[in-house]
Structure formats: C-alpha cells, structure tokens
C-alpha cells in the first residue's frame, strides 16, 4: 500500500509539473502542487519505509520529472500547440514616396505632434518638431525620417 501511494504522488507530480510547464505559463498553483507531491512522496517513503526507502524514492521522483520532460519536449505535442504564424506585414510607407521636403500644406487635425495633414492633395500622418498646431495652420515638410514626415510652420 505505501508503495501505491508514493507512486500514485509521484506521477500526480509529473502530471501536475508538465502542466506547469507547457500549460499555465508562470508559477501557479499545479507548480505548487507539483512540488508538495514530490515532497510528500520522499516525506512519507522516509518517514514509513525507512532511509533505503527513502533515498531509492527521492532518485525514482527526480529521475522521473527529467525523463517527463526530455520526452514531453521530443514528442510532437509541442508542435501541435506552437504557433506557427509569421508576421508578414509591412509598414506603410507610401505617403513618403508622394511627399517631398520642401512641400507645403495644411493640416487636417490638430497636430499634439501628431495628427493628419493635407500635402500636395493627399492626407498623410505627420509629425510637428514645432510642437502643438491647430487644425487649418500651413506647414511646410521639414524632413523624412523611417517614413515620418517631420512638419513645422510655414512662415510667411
């Protein structure tokens, strides 16, 4: 019977870490449980089946949640879980290639550095290097940087 139950602990904390591990990400409750069976286990094989017993128990228990987790890891499980979608998006930059420095035109939004504005007929997100602009204020673009339209005031 003790041997039934130091086996049954331990698999229950094979369970329990494998599902720490690969299931609920962070520490959780099944971690915690994980390591109260496996203590449990080497506690009562010491306690009632002697020191033998008890260090053949504690080599068994951490022999078994290595061995789980080579086999959990070389199995094809994981890649039936994993995600596998790659991110094929670009960014958008096709307002930088209508835009030249040096063109002028109006906003669209209130520029809080950055907003929407009209130049040479097209609506493009800008950003102000003169700080907050009112909708309706000319402008003039400044430079382009990594597809960003730097603006400031057009001064007359």
């Given at each position: 019977m003790d041997i039934l139950i130091i086996?049954?602990?331990?698999?229950a904390a094979v369970i329990l870490f494998?599902?720490?591990?690969?299931?609920?990400?962070?520490?959780?409750?099944?971690?915690f449980l994980a390591g109260g069976c496996v203590i449990f286990a080497n506690y009562y094989a010491f306690s009632y089946m002697g020191t033998t017993a008890g260090i053949i128990t504690l080599i068994i228990s951490a022999i078994a949640c290595i061995s789980s987790l080579i086999l959990f890891m070389r199995s094809k499980t994981l890649d039936k879980i994993a995600l596998k979608?790659?991110?094929?998006?670009?960014?958008?930059?096709?307002?930088?290639?209508?835009?030249?420095?040096g063109d002028t035109?109006?906003?669209?939004?209130?520029?809080?550095?950055?907003?929407?504005?009209?130049?040479?007929?097209?609506?493009?997100?800008?950003?102000?290097t003169d700080g907050l602009m009112d909708?309706?204020?000319?402008?003039?673009v400044n430079r382009i940087t990594d597809g960003t339209i730097l603006v400031e005031k057009l001064k007359n």
């Open positions: 086996t049954m602990l331990i698999i494998l599902v720490e591990l690969f299931v609920i990400p962070g520490i959780s409750i099944a971690g979608k790659n991110i094929t998006s670009k960014v958008d930059r096709s307002a930088e290639a209508k835009v030249k420095i035109g109006i906003t669209t939004t209130r520029l809080a550095l950055i907003g929407y504005a009209e130049i040479n007929g097209d609506i493009v997100e800008v950003k102000s909708e309706k204020t000319p402008i003039i």
